[in-house]
């Protein structure tokens, strides 16, 4: 077989609506005190539909799987990894499983919610994970069904919708959630899309470094938060709206522990003692959404301009490393046992796409994708099962060393194996 052949394009790709039912409402989520304080409800009202995407793409020696869904973190994930795996038939390290991270759907994703949140809490949210899990299979049969030959097109644009969150104080003796202007972002926005012959976006993938918390216990109605996909999830929306929804369009999130979008439906308010009282704009929110929606679905579809679908052969791998790091080299409520983190190195021709299961700030996620020995590279967070926050990007962390350690051994692993195209 020639390697033209054998690295031929195809490309598949499904969309499903994994909104809650009716019937899980009210549903607690996040309280704004974690020690008692009065908790946060969903209150049922559908600002935005939630989706899982799937994208599948392959050659005649191997098939990548990427899902992603609309919630705060991927639910059951080793188990659903498996499952994507097998209706897939490929490989677990050949799956990307992540979330959008939206502040705004059900917090499906941690087992620790239920001790905190009780027995009702418990029941809906288990109802809920096994909705989206029986979604699973039809999602990724439709996405294989759907497999047609494709090229691929890369663009690296910018966007300037993200702000560094780490603001110390407004007047306050404690870091605050804000807008530290002069604090570093990474900008980075870039693109992947993916046409059939006869030049139909099948896919459009995109990743920008952002907390999908626009929308963040805001209650316009104030009876609740209302369901959202957030910041990504309105422009993903937009896209797919505006060209019929014809293209399945993506979200992935990039090192965003440390960055918020630059508009947000509540405010911090500085205080004249030096305290801060957080304000919820309510009915305000929305429209903020509104605005920021278009806002980044006009720089999407600025870079997407730029983009041509020539590549119609590539190489594709895959490869997974873990390591694990010291409880104190990391933030997770709690704990005090090494966390063990799972990366992986996807490889579409010469675009390099490394996967992590943590948040992490945004400076180690910009070296690791500076140092790669690839042009165009980029990082994937909340990929799997949430493990912590990494705050420290010093450049001497635990958490980075040992990653780029990982890095290299598999960029290592996959030079070895074979030269891209």
Same mark, same amino acid.
């Given at each position: 077989?020639t ?7 195809? $490309?598949? =790709? ?10 899980? @409402?009210?549903?607690?989520? &996040?309280?704004?005190?974690m ?37 705060? *973190? ?17 490989e677990e390290?050949?799956v990307?499983?992540? =979330? ?12 620790? @919610?239920?001790?905190?949140? *009780? ?5 809906? /949210? ?36 993200? !702000?560094?969150?780490?603001? +110390? ?14 604090? #570093? $972002?990474?900008?980075d926005?870039?693109?992947?899309? /993916? ?7 099948? $896919?459009?993938?995109?990743? &920008? ?17 209302e369901?959202?996909?957030?910041? #990504? ?5 937009l ?8 293209? !399945? ?8 522990? %440390?960055?918020?979008? !630059? ?20 009915? =305000? ?16 579809l ?12 590539s190489?594709?791998?895959? *490869?997974?490393?873990? &390591?694990?790091?010291?409880?104190? $080299?990391?933030?997770? #409520?709690?704990?005090?046992?090494? !966390?063990? &983190? ?19 700030f945004n ?9 790669s020995? @690839? ?12 493990t912590?926050?990494? +705050?420290? %990007? ?28």
């Open positions: 077989m390697a033209a052949v054998k690295n031929r394009i195809y $490309a598949g =790709a499904s969309r499903v609506c994994i909104t809650p039912d009716p019937e899980l @409402f009210p549903l607690e989520h &996040f309280r704004n005190n020690k008692g304080g009065k908790p946060s409800i969903f209150n049922g009202t559908i600002l935005d539909d939630l989706f899982m995407r799937v994208l599948v793409l392959e050659n005649k020696e191997t098939r990548i799987v990427l899902v992603v869904m609309d919630l705060p *973190g991927v639910p059951e994930s080793k188990e659903n990894i498996k499952l994507i795996a097998d209706c897939a038939c490929v390290s050949h990307i499983c992540t =979330a959008t991270h939206t502040h705004s759907g059900p917090y499906a994703d941690n087992p620790e @919610f239920e001790k905190w949140y *009780g027995e009702e809490f418990t029941r809906k /949210i288990r109802a809920y994970r096994k909705f989206v899990r029986d979604l699973i299979p039809g999602a990724v049969k439709t996405a294989v069904d759907n497999i047609r030959p494709a090229g691929i097109g890369v663009e690296k644009g910018s966007c300037y919708l993200n !702000v560094n969150r780490n603001e +110390k104080g407004l007047g306050a003796n404690t870091d605050t959630y804000g807008f530290s202007l002069g604090s #570093p $972002a990474d900008r926005l870039y693109l992947i899309r /993916i046409d059939d012959e006869k030049g139909k976006t099948i $896919a459009l993938l995109y990743n &920008f470094a952002v907390h999908a918390c626009m929308m963040i216990h805001n209650e316009p109605e104030g009876r609740g938060t369901i959202s996909g957030d910041l #990504p999830g309105r422009a993903c929306r896209i797919e709206k505006g060209q019929d929804d014809e293209p !399945v369009v993506i979200f992935t999130s990039g090192a965003a522990g %440390d960055l918020n979008p !630059v508009m947000m439906s509540r405010v911090n308010i500085p205080e004249p003692e030096g305290g801060v009282t957080v304000k919820e704009l309510g009915s =305000a929110g929305p429209l903020i959404l509104e605005f920021m929606g278009k806002r980044l679905m006009m720089d999407i600025q870079a997407n301009a730029n983009i041509v679908c020539s590549s119609r052969h190489l594709l791998w895959a *490869g997974v490393r873990k &390591f694990s790091v010291s409880a104190e $080299a990391v933030v997770k #409520p709690g704990n005090r046992e090494p !966390v063990e &983190f799972e990366i992986r190195l996807i490889m579409i021709g010469s675009l390099a796409i490394i996967t992590t299961n943590g948040e992490i400076q180690i996620g910009a070296r690791i994708k500076a140092d020995p @690839f042009k165009n590279t980029f990082m994937i967070t909340h990929a799997g099962q949430w912590a926050y990494v +705050k420290d %990007d010093s450049g001497r962390g635990e958490y980075e060393v040992a990653f780029r350690n990982a890095v290299s051994s598999l960029f290592n692993e996959f030079s070895s194996g074979g030269v891209c195209e």
